[in-house]
T-cell receptor, first 115, second 114 residues
């Protein structure tokens, strides 16, 4: 079974629109960590955020915000007022506390921001 | 500045060749990973290592092996390269306790097997 599901394969938005990228995870551990990474066309993965399972506070960083809801096993990522530089593939990932820190990645969402 | 370095950005190899992909990190991380990235499939774990000389199979280990003789270096080996191993390969490292840090990734090696 897929531990991390990113149902949106590709999304296109017009610049300045808001966009939400969905992430649903599955785990039986009580201690786990969730991550979002950005992969621009250059290929390297850029870390965006980490949340642990005990911290359900939503977080905002500039135009980025994250909504963590344990009740629905979701960790969604919203970009406000999107810009062309936001065009990238975004990956959600899960690391469970007792498995040697193995990371489980979703299949990624390719975001295109149209000028 | 933390760094994970992969030895090659692009590689072209022939079918049947033995291929070595090298990854070095300078952060004294215990855990290192090799992933393969293919369109529509995301990142799939090939092998990971949580200590020197220790290794664990990931989701798709067939056709690959790994070596970790030193803490900072984790090598991925394609014993006999095949065309279906044409892919982007990503190396990552992380401290044993992920609660205080994130995984750092190399720049990737795009391997083409002809």
């Amino acid at each position: 079974a897929q531990k991390v599901t990113q149902a949106q394969t590709e999304i296109s938005v017009v610049e300045k629109e808001d966009v939400t990228l969905d992430c649903v995870y599955e785990t039986r551990d009580t201690t786990y960590y969730l991550f979002w990474y950005k992969q621009p066309p250059s290929g390297e993965l850029v870390f965006l955020i980490r949340r642990n399972s005990f911290d359900e506070q939503n977080e905002i960083s500039g135009r980025y915000s994250w909504n963590f809801q344990k009740s629905t096993s979701s960790f969604n990522f919203t970009i406000t007022a999107s810009q062309v530089v936001d065009s990238a593939v975004y990956f959600c990932a899960l690391s469970e506390g007792g498995t040697g820190n193995q990371f489980y990645f979703g299949t990624g969402t390719s975001l295109t921001v149209i000028p | 500045d933390v760094k994970v370095t992969q030895s090659s950005r692009y590689l072209v190899k022939r079918t049947g060749e033995k291929v070595f992909l090298e990854c070095v990190q300078d952060m004294d991380h215990e855990n290192m990973f090799w992933y393969r990235q293919d369109p529509g499939l995301g990142l799939r774990l090939i092998y990971f290592s949580y200590d020197v000389k220790m290794k664990e199979k990931g989701d798709i280990p067939e056709g690959y092996s790994v070596s970790r003789e030193k803490k900072e270096r984790f090598s991925l080996i394609l014993e006999s390269a095949s065309t279906n191993q044409t892919s982007m390969y990503l190396c990552a490292s992380i401290l044993r306790d992920p609660g205080n840090t994130e995984a750092f990734f190399g720049q990737g090696t795009r391997l083409t097997v002809v």
